[in-house]
């Protein structure tokens, strides 16, 4: 039986059926009779359920969703969302239940005489689990309504998904609770030289553990959960992703802890610092010169600014304290509910599905403030992450553990 | 022995009587639903089909259909040499829906929670003196 009984109420609940509605009239009005969506970002928008399996939900201009879900796990999809049974399908390897046939088939009854126009969701992504439609879905959905007309409709969620409502905020801001207590697990373990011995998946695991004690539904990140780097990993020119390797974690070298935490898909995602001493003057150089680019970064995102507006700032901040040929000049990456990350807002800049370096924050929008410093001739680097709520006159930086790099 | 004629009114008749007679309510999960087999290409050419319905797991009507189908939670569609196998024994019901050659509408998280129910309701059709 579920136990998904949000209400009004309940600081997490989303208004899911004022979702579809919302979708629905801009449906109507592009002349859209079903929408096709098979995003990760679209099904936990819509479904409020994680869909680890490939899923599609078909949208009617009118009336409620369904989704369709490989069959194994279609049970627990309902059980999870907000929509019953009925509107939880199975697909499987059968006459008349694999994907295409079941989805075609259903959505052919939206359709008159199997004519209309169904939106569907194309594109490209540097996020693997995006989940646009596959050429060849598309190919067997085309086949399969011969009559429709297939477009590319994403823009209606993406655009719908931007500003987010305060369940989805309370959410982001839980998770984000929830990786303060595994940063907390981690210092812990290995403050006073504790950390001796103990290996990258080993941080990784106790803050994985802490969290889930805490709630956390999983290290969402596909970036390997928890991304811990130390040593030399943590300088890796440009780099910002770094799954935790079995290295030993070893005195007079950084330390890098990027934890992921989920709840009710609201994502977590933290990255704080350490020098495991004793740390040399120029390491500490670095740390300052990070802990005092995020402070300034923080100080500056808000309404009306921009990425491209951000960096520059940024890089002439960097470039005023000698450091800047250490940094990676983009300060952001985009987040939403499970499968929304990585691009910022619509897909209308000037390389198509990437950040739009020109889009203007709007409150209530939110990101991941996002910096990565890399000296690898050193072996020495610091990654900030932290979800931000974009306001008025600044920003509401999510993960609350103290600022700093210290010295363990 | 006495022998009747896949499909007929005296085949129906006596799958009725099989059916209550075997299968209690607790045999049937106490299921209400509705199903409709529907076979193509009869001997005689046509498409007819077999309504079930169950009623807190009491079968409450089993008929034959024939030109306007009514509606059923679930619709196994197959030609009526596959059914006639299943009937035989000399397919399985799973195999025919996993190679295609039966084809099922309708939700299959229910379906597959009613699996054992369909078996049950085939091993009995299946002790019935059939002439095909």
Known sequence: MTENTATCADPYFIDFPKRIHDLQAEMANQGIDVYLGSRLRTLSWTLDAFCPWRSFVVIP??????????????????????????????????????????ISDFIGQYLYNGQGMVGIESGMSSYLPEGNLTHYEYERFAEALPQARLINAHDIIDRLSLIKDPGTINRFREASRIVDVGHRAVYEAIQDGKYRGMTETEIAGLAAYAMRKAGSEWEWSFT???????????????????????????????????????????????????????????????????????????????????????????????????????????????IGMMGDEWRIGLNDGPFPYWTNPDHVYQPGEMLICAIQYACPEENIGFRYENPILITADGCEAMSKFPLAIEEI | MERFRYLSQEWIEEAAKRLRAELTPEKMKHVTSSMLTVYKSCPDGQERALYYKFTDGVIAELSIREGELPEAEFRIIGDYE??????????????????????????????LSLASVVDRLNKVLATIPTEY
């Not at chain 1, 879900?69 to 049974?85: C, H, M, P, Y």
């Not at chain 1, 780097?229 to 030993?248: E, H, I, V």
């Open chain 1, 61 to 102: 201009r009118e009336g409620l969703p369904t989704a369709f879900t490989f069959v194994i796990d279609a049970a627990r999809v309902a059980d999870e969302s907000w929509l019953d049974a009925d509107h939880v399908l199975g697909y499987a390897p059968m006459g008349g239940q694999d994907q295409i046939t079941a």
């Open chain 1, 224 to 334: 390997g959960g928890n991304e811990i780097a130390s040593g030399y990993r943590t300088g890796l020119a440009g780099g910002a992703c770094t799954p935790a390797t079995r290295r030993q974690l070893k005195p007079g070298e950084p330390l890098m802890v990027d934890i992921h935490a989920m709840f009710k898909l609201g994502l977590g995602d933290h990255s704080h610092n350490y020098l495991l001493g004793p740390a040399t003057p120029r390491q500490r150089w670095h740390a300052d010169n990070f802990v005092a680019l995020v402070n300034q970064c923080l100080k500056t995102y808000k309404a009306g600014t921009s990425p491209s507006k951000l960096a520059d700032e940024m890089m002439l901040f960097c470039e005023d304290g000698g450091f800047a040929e250490y940094m990676v000049p983009g300060f952001e990456h985009g």
């Open chain 2, 82 to 111: 596959t059914f006639a196998k299943i009937s035989r024994a000399e397919l399985g019901s799973r195999a025919a829906l996993m190679s295609g050659k039966l084809i099922l509408k309708g939700n299959m998280v229910k379906a």
